[in-house]
């Protein structure tokens, strides 16, 4: 085992050392990370012939991160696509079927990863690895909560091996493992991953520059946006605006300032027109929700919690609150066919919102429901409850995201709205650096639309363009 974990524990540090944004890391940090590796080429120095073929593929991961491509030419299992044997990046039916089956755990798991890594490397263009990305997702959410587990339940020195493997294979995903190491590993996190959460400076530009690129998307898109979206970056627009008063007191930030003050201006534009595109297109609708468009509607936090686990509470399949939603939150705001009388709790609604075990898009909305109430100044005695309501239902939505692989389908859109909605109802603990590198891995660059397994979805850039701002306002 000492021979597996050495190197690839080698290759985790020259990735630190390598990263473009080093000079945004202490000296001392530099120090550690080149000491470390002249103690681990040492070791092979001592032990070269002993190393093992598993060892020595690391030591070559590292000694050839620097270059455009590493060649992986070595046949370490029937199933590894190569060339060379005359035959191209044959993909054998038992492999199609190993490498792609479900719920795997474990060393099957990573080399589930480790699989599709060798396809990427040797240039295969079989049609299984044109949806390799996907795969990829697949298998690293998974590695993810092993890891989490792994710490979370000190076996570290038992999965450790497994933990770091892990790590490694998963390029995409790193700040998500890195961020769950020991304390060494927290200096070294400004340099593991473009998005360095851990690194303030540069957090702020690359969340402001994901921001940008999404406000990009509204105006090419804004008379296509729908009104779930355009509620996301109306609540984007809000947090801008409370960040733009939190950074007026610190003259470090005068350069974000300036971009962040442009960004609102031309946000603020964007959501006018989209809003009125979307008012002529679905008069009754967007009816039904004009007052939460409206200039001071939405209050952000100003003073945090966080969640206590033991309120969340056990599933329950029997929940009809998504139909009900609309209805109620309608009725909430007075809108309801033209009423015109705000703050009403019809008691279908009274039940629905109330109702315990609820989960996934009905839990969220009910949390919703206590947030439009909130904001609407409603004193119904419901309402009276609505913390202890709020940190119910944001108690069992931090137990969703932690165990996010079981989400799967729709991971990134609950996920990212579990987030937006409790991050906005004062809950700072979803406000995790791990979680922001996973939403900012979602983004299209082309487009700057957010996305999991496919295409362009409003629903999806509308909550994490939301969930981004709350991140901007809280932690930076």
């Given amino acids: 085992m000492l021979f597996l974990r050495m190197p690839f524990l080698v290759f985790q540090l020259l990735i630190c050392l390598l990263h473009p944004n080093l000079s945004n890391c202490e000296e001392d940090t530099r120090n550690v990370i080149i000491s470390a590796l002249e103690k681990a080429t040492g070791f092979l120095e001592n032990k070269f012939n002993e190393i093992n073929l598993d060892a020595l593929l690391g030591y070559r991961l590292m000694e050839g991160l620097e270059r455009e491509r590493v060649s992986l030419g070595a046949e370490l ?49 079989d049609p299984l690895f044109l949806n390799a990305q ?65 690194c303030e400076e540069d957090t702020r530009n690359v969340i402001i520059s994901a921001l940008e690129k999404a406000t990009g998307f509204l105006e090419s898109k804004f008379n296509e946006i729908n009104l779930d979206a355009l509620l996301g970056y109306r609540l984007m627009e809000v947090y801008l605006t409370g960040t733009l008063r939190k950074w007026n007191q610190d003259p470090r930030l005068a350069s974000e300032r300036i971009r962040l003050a442009h ?54 399949s029997d929940c009809p609150v998504m139909n009900l939603t609309d209805f109620c939150v309608s009725v909430l705001l007075g809108t309801w066919k033209g009423s015109g009388k705000p703050c009403l709790v019809p008691d279908d609604c009274r039940r629905a919102m109330t109702r315990p075990g609820c989960s996934g898009y009905d839990l969220s909305h009910q949390l919703f429901y206590f947030m439009f109430a909130e904001m609407q100044g409603c004193s119904d005695p419901l309402f009276l409850n609505a913390q202890y309501h709020k940190s119910v239902s944001c108690a069992s939505m931090m137990q969703i995201n932690n165990n996010a692989e079981k989400l799967m389908g729709s991971f990134g859109d609950l996920f990212t709205e579990n987030i937006l909605f409790c991050g906005m109802s004062g809950f700072s603990d979803f406000y995790k650096p791990q979680w922001l590198d996973l939403i900012l891995s979602w983004q299209k660059p082309e487009s700057g639309c957010f996305w999991m397994f496919g295409g362009c979805a409003a629903h999806n850039t509308g909550v994490a363009v939301g969930a981004l701002a709350g991140f901007l306002y809280y932690g930076f």
């Fill in 77 to 125: 299992s029937p199933c590894w696509p190569r060339k060379g044997s005359g035959k191209t990046c044959l993909v054998p039916d038992d492999c199609r079927r190993a490498m792609t089956r479900p719920q795997c755990s474990g060393y099957d798991l990573s080399h589930q990863l480790f699989y599709f890594m060798f396809a990427e490397m040797e240039g295969c263009s």
């Fill in 134 to 198: 996907q795969y990829k997702n697949f298998f690293c959410a998974p590695m993810l909560q092993i890891n989490i587990n792994a710490e979370n339940q000190e076996l570290l020195g038992t999965f450790g091996d497994l933990f770091t493997e892990n790590s490694d294979q998963t390029q995409d995903f790193r700040q998500d493992f890195y961020d769950h190491v020991l304390e060494l590993r927290r200096l070294l996190l400004c340099l593991l991953h473009p998005n360095l959460s851990n």
């Fill in 263 to 316: 960004l609102g201006t031309k946000l603020a534009a964007l959501t006018e027109k989209a809003k009125h595109a979307f008012e002529q297109t679905d008069p009754d609708y967007y009816r039904g929700f004009a007052p939460a468009f409206s200039p001071g509607f939405w209050k952000i936090p100003h003073q945090w919690t966080q969640t206590n686990s033991s309120l969340a509470s056990q599933p329950n």
